[in-house]
């Protein structure tokens, strides 16, 4: 099988990979994000935006260096009542977020881009997940926020995690929510790029 | 925080405790489950009573020695139209079971039963989430049950691993597929046991 680059410094995205067998390399792109929200209002198409953008970046850096691989990209925030939640800065900005997500339903959207060193196409999709939280107390979210749990996740929270606890049901693909929907990585890299996962 | 005793060998149900922070001892349970499954043909009574028995059980064990802790108790299985299906004896029981699940919808069932060594109060309840896979061929059931991945799980799949891949959705608590639903184990120490996991 040819490598796999898995543009993301994601530690959960980077462990669902290697938990479903799959042996890739790690190549962070390098993008402003910050542009992107400001350009793209639209959740789902601000997610797919970067997805792209992360994998047209790691396309780059390896045809720079010559080297083949399929590149998989993918970004996840959340979304609630049409509001886009990034991942916090600080632990007050963690606490503040998850406040407006207790007790309540949100989605948890993420953005995939596929493509080949040796191959002009990109495949772009994206997945929505709903999530729902039990309605914690203040005191309970600040008692979560202390483990620090809630840095580098969009949401603040990590459902593989101590969050499990808090999680009261979520609809739609489950490892969406830890960050890539491994359902849709199958049919794509099967479908799209004659890869099949299951015959390797 | 008093000791807690998790009376299950399962490692998925050991690592999701792990993940949430949660210190705890295995007492793993020396219960005849088949004796259970002649006696109990309803997939709800049937997790709850083996969850109750193995909790007892430790309970018994635990006086024994006179040490005192929680103890925790999990039994989960798959169920079908109303078939019971549980762990998977060899490869080609696994490849039966897998065929049979494809392309469609069943309910991930665990029972759960919380006591302590101190108290006759024994606290039962199950949960159920609904799991759809793709429709993957024989060829590709043969190529997943090859990486023994099966070995020990009800339904013969593990959502936390390659399973990922062909699992479409899910309908409920994501914890609870993994083997134990984590967010009644946070509201039944909080409410029953007095115990709440994010103040200690």
Redesign the interface.
Known sequence: MKKIILASKSVDRGN?FK???IPFEVLASNIDEREFKEKFSDPILLVKELAKAKALYAKKELLKKNSQAIIIAADTIVELNGEIIGKAKNKKEAIVILKKLMGKSHNLITGMAITETNNPKIFIDYDT?SVEF?N?SD???R??VK?NEWKGRAGAYS????A????????????N?IGFP??K???TLKNEFGI????V
Chains 1, 2 share one sequence.
């Open positions: 669902i938990h479903s067998g997940t039990l914690l005191e309970e979210i008692g979560y483990i459902i593989s995690d101590k499990s606890l808090f999680i009261k049901k979520i609809n739609g693909s489950s490892s929510v491994m359902h990585l199958y049919e099949n996962l299951f015959l």
